[in-house]
């Protein structure tokens, strides 16, 4: 979530008179994450959220993204509901950029967290994973492997300026992770981009909303599990093993891992800290023009991509 399409009371104005859902008393953008803009939108009937679809989330993946999203909350997932419009469409186009409402969710993500949030978060992403088991789509996993060498070889001059040494490190990493990476392990749809931001939590500590499904796809649950790891248990890019233990014991609440799952753990996290310290390393070569954002560093994941280098899959106690 980010704001890059900075929109007026007009625009909101207009965009809410295709819908039922009262008239506009507030707005404001919300600045956490990079990815889509997000506007909190206060109207005479109750709290939406508007998102406005931008760069990498493609038109032609919405009705799965929606799809996953109705399929979550009428299983007992806690997630944004889409709101359909006066002609009972659930998106739309607004300056040339597709769009749509869902109802607001109450919770907040959290800046520091507990093991307990991590057993929660973990709880939940096991019920994510079987829940949505059965979903049959095409739709592979556009930020693996493919995308990690695509983008190391068009963006590989620009590495060493913006973060120092980066260059050297990703590349013996792609050579280790093309010749090592999985090719069978148990897979469906994972949600691929579960970071604190993206996690809402009640007074009472448990998780009231999973958010920012615009990443899910097919691919290993072990994989979906390594993002989380990575993005929840270096608090201070320190890394926490209480921290991931938990994620661990509530992750195999619901759902046991295979030991081959378990064996390949180390290859999986280090494949996850490659692919954002990638993509951060994008962004930041991009302008920000016009864009009210919260840089994300890039420096973070080539510390956690370092961390698991140096270290075998036993030392994590799985």
């Known amino acids: 979530m980010a704001v890059h399409t900075v929109l007026s009371s007009t625009d909101i104005k207009k ?38 679809y931008e760069e990498r989330t493609r038109d032609d993946l919405l009705p799965f993204y929606m799809g996953v999203m109705y399929n979550s909350c009428t299983n007992g997932i806690k997630c944004p509901t889409p709101i359909k419009d006066k002609n009972g469409q659930l998106i739309n186009i607004f300056k040339k950029k597709s769009y749509g409402f869902f109802k607001f969710i109450n919770g907040k993500s959290k800046k520091v967290w507990s093991k307990n949030n991590c057993f929660e978060v973990g709880k939940e992403l096991a019920k994510f994973h079987l829940i949505n088991k059965n979903i049959i789509t095409s739709n592979k996993n556009n ?58 939590f009640s007074k009472s500590q448990k998780v009231s909303g999973m958010i920012d499904f615009y990443f899910a796809c097919k691919d290993f649950f072990s994989y979906d599990i390594a993002i989380l790891i990575n993005a929840w248990c270096f ?19 619901v759902r046991k891992l295979q030991i081959v799952e378990k064996k390949k753990m180390n290859i999986l996290l280090r494949g996850a800290s ?45």
């Open 15 to 52: 965009i809410l008179n295709n819908y039922e859902i009262g008239g506009l008393k507030k707005y404001s953008g919300i600045k956490e994450g990079i990815e889509n803009t997000n506007y909190l939108v206060d109207t005479t009937k109750n709290k939406f959220i508007l998102t406005i």
């Open 235 to 253: 608090p201070k890019n320190s890394f926490n093993k209480i921290f991931m233990n938990n994620i661990l014991k509530g992750y195999e609440s």
């Open 274 to 318: 490659l692919r954002f310290l990638l993509t951060r390393i994008i962004d930041a070569q991009k302008e920000s023009e016009n864009k009210i954002l919260e840089i994300k560093n890039p420096e973070d994941f080539l510390i956690r991509l370092i961390f698991h280098k140096n270290i075998n899959n036993e030392d994590y106690n799985i």
């Open 143 to 200: 930020f693996s492997l493919d995308f990690w060498n695509i983008s190391f070889n068009k963006y590989k001059d620009f590495m060493n300026k913006e973060l120092s040494g980066s260059f050297e490190i990703v590349n013996e990493e792609l050579k280790f992770l093309n010749k090592n990476w999985p090719l069978n392990l148990p897979e469906g749809i994972i949600h691929a981009d579960l970071f604190p931001d993206n996690v809402l």
